[in-house]
């Protein structure tokens, strides 16, 4: 199994995360709740088992839990994953939701890059910040190790914006980490 557990502690987040790439039960509870629908759904999505528990300050707002909750789940999937060998490496997913389109390509390359085109149609969804959207993948991208490209070209919700992006890295995700037929890396240097 392709698990790991992670631990992160500062002055502003507790966090623990347990992530399993081959699947398994999905707890989230990080105090936002529009947070854990998206996180649910990411995990759902992708496959993955994945329990996390996250306390953040969030009497200051929800960059804090956001960023460090990318950090932690990036963390986590760099480990579970390993050398990004052995694995399709490649993933790219698009979901329709209602009125909204969400176009999702990756590299798990150990190249970490964000390209975030999504321009939010409200700035909060029920107790989140629409704005740490970014900055959530942009912290699990960083500490995952992979190349990810959002595309939103349009929607005028932005629950519906936000579940479609989280949906299809999922699904992605779900594609790029299976594993390949001959365990080799799919690279031409012969190393990621």
Not at 10 to 19: A, G, V, Y
Not at 128 to 146: H, L, S, Y
Not at 151 to 162: C, D, E, L, R, T
Request: proline share 2%.
């Amino acid at each position: 199994m392709r698990s790991s557990t992670v631990e992160r502690k500062t002055k502003e987040t507790q966090i623990k995360c347990s992530l399993c790439l081959d699947g398994g039960e999905i707890e989230v509870e990080t105090g936002i709740g529009f947070f854990n629908h998206m996180l649910d759904a990411f995990a759902h999505h992708a496959g993955f088992g994945l329990k996390l528990d996250v306390k953040g300050d969030l009497e200051v707002d929800n960059h804090h839990t956001a960023e460090d909750t990318g950090i932690v789940l990036g963390s986590a999937f760099a480990k579970a994953i390993g050398g990004f060998s052995g694995i399709e490496r490649y993933g790219y997913f698009s979901i329709p939701m209602d009125e909204s389109l969400a176009n999702v390509s990756l590299d798990l390359s150990n190249r970490p890059f964000l390209v975030f085109n999504a321009k939010m149609a409200q700035e909060i969804c029920g107790d989140f910040e629409t704005a740490v959207c970014e900055e959530f993948w942009r912290a699990f991208v960083m500490n995952a190790g992979i190349t990810l490209h959002i595309n939103v070209p349009y929607g005028n919700n932005a629950h519906h914006q936000i579940e479609a992006i989280f949906k299809a890295v999922g699904h992605a995700l779900k594609i790029a980490v299976k594993p390949n037929e001959d365990g080799s890396t799919l690279s031409t240097k012969g190393v990621l």
